[in-house]
C-alpha cells in the first residue's frame, strides 16, 4: 500500500509563527492537496489553537518534531499535547550537538538517551522516532553511526524518519535503507538533490536525480505509512515548491 502524503511544516516555517499565520497556512496545504501535516517549527501558539487551525483546514497530524529539551524536562506535556493531536508519534529531528562527534562513545551515550526517552513514550502508548542528517554516516570501524544508533536502541522504543536528501547526501542509498528500515519505519521524509556549481542543493521532489521510482516502490513494499514532503531551502515561493513536490507524487499515484 502506498504512504499518504503528508506536509512538512519546517518547509513553511516562516509562516507558521503566529496564529494567524498558521491558520492560513494550514489552509493553503489543505489547498494543495494534503490531507496530513508533520507540526514542526510552529511558534508559540497554544496546543489547543493549534488543534482548533487544523481541525478547521481538515487536517490530521501524522507526526511531530519536538524540541530535544522538552523531550526530557516536559514530557508530560509533549505526551498530552500529541493526545490532543490526535497525534501517536512523536519525533526528534535532530541529535544534539554535545552528542555529533567523530567519537564512537558520543553516539552510545545519545543511543541509550533515545532508549530511555522511547521507553516512556512507549509505556505512554506513543512511538519515538528518529531523523537523521547525513553526519550519521561517519564510520565507526565495521558500521556507521545510523547503524549504531539504530542497533544499540530497542526497535520497539526507538524508530526512523529516513530523510532521502540526507541520506544521498552521506553517501548512502534510499531504496536501501528503506528495506533495512522495514518494521521500524512508517514515516518518511521525501526531498529530492540537485548539482549546483558542484553543490548539493535541495530540490522539489522529482526535479533532481534521487531514485523516486525506486524510494517509493520500497515505501509501498514495506509498509511506510506516511510520506512528509520537506524542503528546508526553497529556491522560490515555499508554497509553490510543496505544491509541485505533491503533484508530482500525486502523479507517481500517491495521495
Known amino acids: 500500500m ?24 494550514l489552509q493553503k496545504v489543505r489547498r494543495i492537496g494534503y490531507t496530513s501535516v508533520q507540526l514542526s517549527a510552529v511558534g508559540p501558539i497554544p496546543a489547543e489553537e493549534v488543534k482548533s487551525a487544523l481541525d478547521e483546514a481538515g487536517l490530521s497530524v501524522c507526526i511531530t518534531h519536538t524540541a530535544y529539551p522538552r523531550l526530557l524536562d516536559d514530557l508530560d506535556a509533549v505526551i498530552a499535547e500529541h493526545e490532543l493531536w490526535g497525534c501517536s508519534r512523536v ?36 512511538s519515538f522516532h528518529y531523523h537523521n542528517h547525513s553526519f550519521e554516516f561517519v564510520r565507526f570501524g565495521d558500521r556507521n553511526g545510523l547503524e549504531l544508533l539504530f542497533a544499540e536502541t530497542n526497535p520497539a522504543y526507538v524508530k526512523a524518519i529516513l530523510d532521502t536528501y540526507w541520506v544521498q547526501h552521506g553517501g548512502a542509498d534510499s531504496v536501501d535503507w528503506v528495506h533495512r ?75
Not at 8 to 24: E, G, H, I, P, V
Not at 104 to 124: Q, T, V
Open 91 to 126: 519525533g526528534l529531528g535532530h541529535m544534539p550537538r554535545e552528542f555529533i562527534s567523530a567519537d564512537e562513545a558520543d553516539f552510545l551515550a545519545f543511543a541509550k538517551i533515545l532508549n530511555e526517552i522511547g521507553a516512556r513514550l512507549h509505556d505512554a502508548g506513543l
Open 181 to 255: 528500515l522495514a518494521g521500524r519505519m512508517d514515516v518518511i521524509h521525501l526531498k529530492d538533490m540537485v548539482i549546483q556549481e558542484r553543490q548539493q542543493v535541495m530540490a522539489e521532489v522529482g526535479q533532481g536525480n534521487l531514485n523516486w521510482p525506486g524510494i517509493l516502490a520500497a515505501c509501498a513494499e514495506t509498509g511506510v505509512a506516511y510520506a512528509a514532503v520537506e524542503q528546508d531551502i526553497c529556491q522560490r515561493d515555499p508554497f509553490e515548491s510543496m505544491a509541485m513536490s505533491y503533484n508530482y507524487l500525486k502523479e507517481q499515484g500517491l495521495s
Open 2 to 25: 502506498k504512504p499518504i502524503l503528508a506536509a512538512q511544516l519546517y518547509t513553511l516555517r516562516d509562516f507558521t509563527q503566529t496564529a494567524a499565520d498558521l491558520r492560513q497556512t
